[in-house]
């Protein structure tokens, strides 16, 4: 079984660009049940678009259904699954019993359980899948030692964080947003109260003077370890990061998926090529997670820390006039002529152009691109193709 590359996507552009740039399937969120509430998220109407769009292009598409349920969130529940499983949804993911027993009742829908349960264990796997789950998404917290075993004992398939946040508490069990501002992480609402900046103390005594100290978690980033992961034969590597924007999106999928076409066809670069493409999008400090075991400080962030991406995303490219040998483009970050620039094409291919002149739809020169969303036009010789995205390159 060839292990599946899904992305995240926060509403209908990041998951067809994800597609585009290399996943198997994108998971989403709904209006209703699901756990990044902040997230665009999609309606009935947008799923079956999206579903719709992925099956033409042999790709698959699936609902996160993970919050934790109250009575209160139980209302609608039987009507949306329905309208899931009619639709075509490939797959939902969920943490409740009652939204398992009600798909199975109801539909004919495919059923992974989230990360939310954190399932660290084979026999837990096995229970799920006896009560007709197919997949389970392993806790962030398992090893690779651990991950091989459960595979090796595990009826159902198995699902991977390889890349994205991390939980500076038990993935799932986190109550610190709660309690600082009443929003509810397990349902949907998480103010990521571990990412603020806080004065340590050490008896009454301030002890950080010269930085603003936060408790939360490096991000995870697992290039080191998808050889291991393809070789155990895990079903799905996930990537973290609804909540993420195109060029993010982008950028991680496409290295993940070079990275994963490169060991199928024997042909591995140098593992540091690809985490240099993954920095062009990264601005947080990245570590291997738990893959090693128990983490020590060094998976932590404790410091305001963070780097400077190499590239900055200035543009997403809506078509080129092969005519005019112009590129017209929609822009996002401030660049002006003099500036270099990488454009990532969705088939893996990266060109780099110097601007010259930069205009706008009517044809006037422009001293400098400065309002986000304009469409500009550039000259450029080469082809271009719709959506690729477009970066400064930072000296």
Known sequence: MKTELLAPAGDLQKAKIALLYGADAVYIGGKQFSLRARASNFDVSMIKELVDYAHQIEKKVYVTMNMVFHDEDVEGLDQYLKALDQ?????????????????????????????????????????????????????REASLEEIKEIQNKSKAELEVFIHGGMCVSYSGRCTLSNYTVLRDANRGGCA?????????????????????????????EATNYIKDLLDIGVASLKVEGRMKSIHYIATVINAYRMLIDDYHKSCLRPIEQYQLEIQKAENRLTSYGFFE?????????YNARSEIPTKE???????????????????????????????LMPDKTIIQLKVREIFDEDNLKLDAARHPLQTIKLRCLIRVKKNSMVRKILV
């Open 293 to 301: 075991g128990e983490t020590s400080t060094e998976q932590q962030l």
């Open 313 to 343: 995303f200035v543009a997403l490219v809506k078509e080129y006039n092969e005519d005019k040998k112009e590129l017209i483009i929609q822009q996002r970050n401030y660049f002006e002529p003099g500036d270099s620039l990488e454009i």
């Open 192 to 220: 990521h109260t571990c990412r603020w900046l806080y004065n340590l103390y050490d008896h009454g005594r301030l002890i950080s003077e010269d930085f603003d100290y936060q408790m939360s978690s490096k991000d995870l």
């Open 87 to 139: 639709i075509g949804v490939d797959a939902i993911i969920c943490s409740n019993m009652i939204v398992i027993e009600k798909a199975k009742e109801l539909t004919n829908l495919e059923i992974h359980l989230s990360t939310q349960f954190s399932l660290t264990n084979s026999s837990l796997a096995n229970y799920f899948f006896q009560e007709g789950v197919q997949r389970v998404v392993l806790s």
